[in-house]
């Protein structure tokens, strides 16, 4: 009887197994058929999907490209205003740097270029007003030649009164 009772059994499951199991072969067909699908449409699929993505490298390459130029622009300007700034800078300290040098020149008591300016410029004046001065040279005079005799002298004195002591002492 147990033989009996297991197909009785097994009866029951496989009616109510059949609706899962259809279902079952349903998904499966379904995937099969998505996949031959697939395998038709692929290839287009790939070419279409390839045109897409070169489109958006093209949008985000250009965004980049723009957003590249605004920040060379900025840096460009913030060169350029550095550069300014240490113009300024360097000019001001160029200036402490004259006046300081000006001063200490006028506590030497060395005159500044504009004095001496106006000092070329009056003897320019001064040399129109008296050209045949200025024209005419003077003999140049032998100061030196006069000052070796002079010494020549002094030392002819000096050797005299050695010979005198040297004649007592003998």
């Given at each position: ?11 029951p499951?496989?009616?109510?197994a059949?609706?899962?199991r ?17 395998q ?5 699929m ?42 300024g ?6 200036g402490?740097?004259e ?20 000092l070329?410029?009056?003897?320019a ?5 008296t ?16 000052k070796?005799a ?8 000096k ?7 040297r004649?007592?002492?003998?």
């Open positions: 009887m147990s033989s009996k009772s297991t197909p009785r059994s097994a009866a499951q496989s009616s109510a059949d609706p899962v259809e279902s079952a072969h349903q998904i499966w067909l379904a995937g099969l058929g998505a996949f031959n699908k697939a038709e449409e692929g290839g287009k790939f070419d279409v999907l390839v045109q897409e993505g070169l489109a958006m490298q093209r949008k985000a390459q250009t965004a980049a490209e723009e957003k590249l130029s605004e920040a060379g622009e900025k840096v460009s300007s913030m060169a350029q205003e550095l550069g300014n700034r240490a113009t800078q360097w000019d001001r300290l160029e402490l740097f006046e300081r040098v000006a001063r200490a020149l006028q506590r030497l008591g060395i005159p500044s270029a504009r004095e001496v300016q106006t070329r410029a009056r003897l004046e001064l040399e129109k007003q050209p045949a001065r200025a024209t005419r040279k003077a003999p140049a005079k032998k100061a030196a030649p006069a070796k002079g010494a020549k002298k002094a030392a002819a004195k050797s005299a009164p050695r010979k005198a002591a004649k007592k002492a003998a």
